[in-house]
């Protein structure tokens, strides 16, 4: 019995063998080809556990796993010229799948990184077409969504000749080069100089219109003013004359002494005004006395002078 375990414990490890060569796992994020002698037997694309023939060290059946998700595939710092001469400095990206297994295995050998190679030669191209046939602002407007879906299109026959299907196609960055970026400076500080100027110059036209309205306003209302004014003062003097020829025809002589004395009062100010006038003249006929206004009676004639005094 014990001279057989070693055989037992052999056949066991041929067993075990064989099981670990026939069997291959495939999981949700991946799909299988098998190979025998080289050629595509199946695809699996289900989860799961499937068997093959062993040996594959013998190429007798052999498995090649491929990639069931979504990759992406970036392009970045692609300097692309659009219509009108400038340039602009592009990163975008793909997301495709592998949708065709047996002809990314005859194509590209199932080689991920061929299949890029290949694919970011035609996306750098298709994204140069679609910059060139467009003005420089496409890329900064709306149109940008549909410049995505036109490379996605260009793209799509080529992707298909290697097996892949492109899910989307997105353009994440598209910035001036540092001397376009200059030019478009200058020229929109141009404009924007322009414009300013524009609106300075309405503004001085504005309040030229606005000074001149307020100027002729100034006019018209200190004319009226002094309209009024010179209308109400004379009818003033009127009711002043009014009042004085009343009052003179009711008292002449105390309208006449109250005209003097409003003469004296502006005459003689404290404002230094000398005057020479005769004692005797009409304008003083108030500061005398009462009895100074009769004349004096002249002597006798021939009255006997005072005798003189021894």
Do not use: C, H
């Not at 990163?91 to 002809?103: G, Q, S």
């Not at 191209?125 to 969504?145: D, I």
């Not at 924007?192 to 306003?217: P, V």
Request: aromatic share 10%; glycine share 4%; charged share 30%.
């Amino acid at each position: 019995m014990s001279n057989r375990l070693p055989i037992i414990g052999v056949f066991a490890a041929i067993i075990l063998f064989l099981i670990w060569s026939s069997i291959f796992v495939v999981n949700e994020r991946q799909q299988v080809i098998v190979l025998r002698f080289g050629e595509i037997v199946d695809v699996k694309t289900e989860p799961g556990i499937y068997f093959k023939a062993p040996f594959s060290m013998f190429e007798a059946d052999n498995v090649q796993v491929i990639e069931d998700r979504v990759l992406r595939l970036d392009l970045d710092d692609i300097r692309v010229q659009v219509s009108g001469g400038k340039f602009y400095d592009v990163d975008a990206f793909i997301a495709y799948r592998i949708n065709d297994a047996r002809k990314f295995r005859s194509t590209v050998s199932g080689s991920v990184e061929l299949a890029e190679q290949r694919l970011r030669t035609r996306f750098d191209a298709a994204l140069r077409r679609v910059y060139g046939v467009r003005g420089f602002e496409a890329a900064l407007s709306e149109e940008r969504a549909a410049m995505m879906r036109e490379v996605r299109d260009q793209l799509q026959p080529d992707a298909t000749s290697l097996g892949l299907e492109i899910q989307d196609v997105r353009i994440r960055r598209t910035d001036l080069t540092q001397e376009v970026s200059q030019q478009t400076f200058d020229r929109m500080k141009a404009e924007r100089l322009a414009e300013a100027e524009r609106l300075r110059a309405r503004g001085r036209e504005a309040a030229q219109r606005i000074r001149a309205r307020a100027d002729r306003e100034v006019v018209e209302t200190v004319a009226e003013a002094q309209k009024e004014s010179e209308i109400l003062r004379g009818e003033g003097e009127a009711q002043r004359s009014a009042v004085f020829a009343n009052a003179f025809n009711r008292d002449p002589e105390f309208f006449d002494f109250y005209r003097s004395m409003s003469a004296y009062g502006t005459a003689l100010n404290a404002d230094g005004t000398t005057m020479v006038l005769s004692p005797e003249s009409e304008f003083f006929r108030y500061f005398r006395s009462p009895d100074s206004n009769k004349a004096t009676p002249a002597p006798a004639a021939g009255a006997a002078a005072p005798a003189a005094s021894n």
